[in-house]
């Protein structure tokens, strides 16, 4: 079992920053592969990020040069760092964990509550 808390939403101006966080409880974090999902009012969850073990990158092409994904595994925690936020980044922001490299909703095992972005233009 993983427990997932995330925090850092909040509100930002159009042309902002916010770095979100993700603490993981277990002492198996540095197996799962990391990723962050965004849910905005009456649209479906999307992919917005994920890590490997060892740090590699992934990203979804909308996020893509604005958002960065790092891990410390020390500290079980994963962060988002997001820069140059639009209003159409606006939307809670999920923090979960998988077994192995997927970028689906369906393929994380375990999720956090997620925290609100709000990016107002």
């Known amino acids: 079992q993983v427990q997932l808390v995330e925090s850092g939403g909040g509100l930002v101006q159009a042309g902002g920053s916010l770095r979100l966080s993700c603490a993981a409880s277990?002492?198996?974090?540095?197996?799962?592969?990391m990723g962050w999902f965004r849910q905005a009012p009456g649209k479906e969850r999307e992919f917005v990020a994920a890590i490997w073990s060892g740090g590699g990158g992934y990203y979804a092409d909308s996020v893509k040069g604005r958002f960065t994904i790092s891990r410390d595994n020390a500290k079980g925690t994963v962060y988002l760092q997001m820069n140059s936020l639009k209003p159409e980044d606006t939307a809670v922001y999920y923090c979960?964990?998988?077994?192995?490299?997927?970028?689906?909703?369906?393929?994380?095992?375990?999720w956090g509550q997620g925290t609100q972005v709000t990016v107002s233009s």
């Open positions: 979960a964990a998988a077994s192995r490299f997927v970028v689906t909703v369906q393929g994380y095992d375990y």
């Open positions: 277990g002492s198996t974090f540095r197996s799962y592969v």
